[in-house]
């Protein structure tokens, strides 16, 4: 057997480097393609339980390594049911870049534009709140940064729109068929409208309504920033990691979105409050 080195009593061996290689970038993988969904909390959850297990069997703890070894083995079960769904998508992602001609230079190479990503413009966004604002027109916009948020955009009617202050007056209009629900957008287009999201179980303030019960809980499931305006009001809220900050100036909403859209939100907007019963509504 060939060792390329030794670590105390471990002898490293050249597969094992490329073991350890290539078990971390499938992980990086299924990491990116879960990132922004809630399963991603569930995959952490199973590999710091595997982690454990590994540890208490290296050190022979016979009892806790039994009953560890019999929940992984159930976990895995448990597993392919939770993430039927991206197991479906992975699948889906690594037939279609296998069988296109140069598939993986081609995956490389998107990956690396969306490293690079820019804001788009968001200024017909901006001008579009403010008047659906001024009409007490009631909105919700979900901002994805990377992902298509496909579940949520399945659930509604798929546009693919190029962004205009004029689409999106049309799509809330009261007598516009697309305007219930949400509509997402992702990379400087309108990809679906009238989405329907997942609703918070949390309490709320009376003021608030379904429209941004939806909007809390689709901050708490997902990695996206929702802005909101109230039917009742016309007041405009951002959403985020169970946040809802209203009564924000419109330089404030425009700085929000683009730190969000280019990665660069200060560290309490990122954050999940420390006490899980706070009302996180700031106003
Ligand atoms: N789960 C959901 N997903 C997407 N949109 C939703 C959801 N639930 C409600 N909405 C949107 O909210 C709209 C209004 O709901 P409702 O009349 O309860 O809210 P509201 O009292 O005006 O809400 P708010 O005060 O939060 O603006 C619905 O017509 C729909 O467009």
New binding site residues.
Partial sequence: MIFAFKIGFLDIRWIDILDILLVSVLLYQVYKLLKGSVAVRVLIGFLVLYLAYLVVRAAEMELLAGILGQFMGVGVLAAIIIFSQEIRKFLIVLGKTTFRKDGLIQTVMIWKRKEAREPFNITPIIEAAKSLSSTNT?A?MVFSRNSELKFYADSGDRLDAVLSKRLLISIFNKHSPL????IIIYEGKILAAR?????SERDLPA?????????L?MSEATDSLIL??????GQISIIRNGYIDSNLSIPEIRKRILAYLSDKENAKSKSKPEQEDNLEVAS
């Fill in positions: 009631g919700l305007h219930d629900g949400a989405c329907i999201l997942p609703v003021n608030f309504g379904m429209r941004h019960r939806a909007a809980g909101a305006v109230s039917e009742e009001t």
